[in-house]
């Protein structure tokens, strides 16, 4: 089942397709690099993903010497030595990855896209920022997904949420080609509390849009039955009174501004 939530925004960048029919507008010549991730036999997923916290300093450094920045990233997921490759050889996280995403499907993304989906330290990702800030609005190709959106469906920590968005605020306000805010990839994935406060506080009015299924963030988190369900639907309610009361009040300004003339009609005071 994928995302089904939108907004009444339009999707920037393409028409509200499904994500496998849709490709990326963004025409930016970059380097190409197909990644094929190998796991031995012997070797799980989740232990392919977490060995690299127990390799000492020495190692890591040699093998940021010795790693492209797309390996470390894509086939080991050792933050740290992809930190140290990133800062050292930052050109390489300007190169277009061809990859099978979490999403089981192949796209074309950059280092910083796929790092999101991958529960990445904070580290390595402002080490990718500095290296190519730009890389924050390339799209996904296909689905038209921003870095942001991965990481909020994909469970990234608030740290690495911040990060994008110190970086790219406006990310926040941005559409998929399923019309989907970050704000609905949260809700839908479970995204913890943090996450949520941290995307309404930068673009509080996310909570009202409805996606290409016609869901807002509220609808998603209701339908589901997600652990934090609950404190996420206070923080939602929460905004949008807030919302609602800055909109009353602004209403309330524009009446006082207003007096009748009996011979001249409505008079600004």
Same mark, same amino acid.
């Given at each position: 089942?994928?995302?089904?939530?939108?907004?009444?925004?339009?999707?920037?960048?393409?028409?509200?397709?499904?994500?496998?029919?849709?490709?990326?507008?963004?025409?930016?010549?970059?380097?190409? =690099? #197909?990644?094929?991730? +190998?796991? $031995?036999?012997?070797?799980?997923?989740?232990? !392919?993903?977490?060995?690299?916290?127990?390799?000492?300093?020495?190692?890591?450094?040699?093998?940021?010497?010795?790693?492209?920045?797309?390996?470390?990233?894509?086939?080991?997921?050792?933050?740290?030595?992809?930190?140290?490759?990133?800062? /050292?050889?930052?050109?390489?996280?300007?190169?277009? *990855?061809?990859?099978?995403? +979490?999403?089981?499907?192949?796209?074309?993304?950059?280092?910083?896209?796929?790092?999101?989906?991958?529960?990445?330290?904070?580290?390595?990702?402002?080490?990718?920022?500095?290296?190519?800030?730009?890389?924050?609005? +390339?799209?996904? #190709?296909?689905?038209?997904?921003?870095?942001?959106?991965?990481?909020?469906?994909?469970?990234?920590?608030?740290?690495?949420?911040?990060?994008? *968005?110190?970086? $790219?605020?406006?990310?926040?306000?941005?559409?998929? =080609?399923?019309?989907?805010?970050?704000? !609905?990839?949260?809700? &839908?994935? @479970?995204?913890?509390?943090?996450?949520?406060?941290?995307?309404?506080?930068? &673009?509080?009015?996310?909570?009202?849009?409805?996606?290409?299924? @016609? $869901?807002?963030? %509220?609808?998603?988190?209701?339908?589901?039955?997600?652990?934090?369900?609950?404190?996420?639907?206070?923080?939602? #309610?929460?905004? %949008?009174?807030? *919302? *609602?009361?800055?909109?009353?009040?602004?209403?309330?300004?524009? #009446?006082?501004?207003?007096?009748? /003339?009996?011979?001249? @009609?409505? %008079?600004?005071?």
């Amino acid at each position: 089942e994928g995302l089904d939530d939108g907004v009444n925004c339009e999707a920037r960048g393409g028409d509200s397709s499904d994500v496998d029919e849709v490709g990326s507008s963004d025409d930016e010549p970059d380097e190409g =690099f #197909e990644v094929q991730e +190998r796991t $031995s036999a012997s070797q799980s997923p989740s232990s !392919h993903h977490i060995y690299h916290h127990h390799t000492n300093p020495k190692q890591t450094i040699a093998l940021a010497e010795s790693t492209d920045l797309s390996l470390l990233i894509t086939r080991d997921k050792h933050w740290e030595a992809a930190t140290l490759r990133c800062r /050292n050889h930052p050109e390489e996280a300007r190169v277009n *990855l061809e990859v099978k995403i +979490r999403g089981a499907y192949n796209a074309k993304i950059t280092p910083l896209h796929y790092a999101c989906e991958q529960n990445p330290t904070v580290e390595v990702i402002k080490a990718l920022l500095q290296a190519y800030p730009a890389a924050t609005q +390339r799209r996904q #190709e296909p689905g038209g997904q921003l870095p942001l959106h991965s990481a909020c469906t994909w469970g990234a920590s608030a740290e690495v949420i911040r990060a994008l *968005l110190s970086v $790219s605020p406006q990310s926040a306000e941005a559409c998929d =080609f399923l019309s989907n805010l970050p704000l !609905h990839c949260a809700c &839908y994935s @479970g995204a913890n509390t943090d996450v949520v406060r941290v995307l309404v506080g930068v &673009y509080p009015q996310s909570v009202w849009p409805r996606n290409h299924q @016609g $869901s807002s963030a %509220m609808d998603i988190v209701k339908r589901l039955s997600h652990p934090n369900r609950r404190e996420v639907l206070g923080i939602l #309610e929460k905004t %949008m009174s807030s *919302l *609602l009361a800055s909109k009353k009040k602004d209403e309330d300004k524009d #009446e006082e501004g207003v007096e009748v /003339n009996e011979d001249n @009609g409505l %008079m600004w005071v």
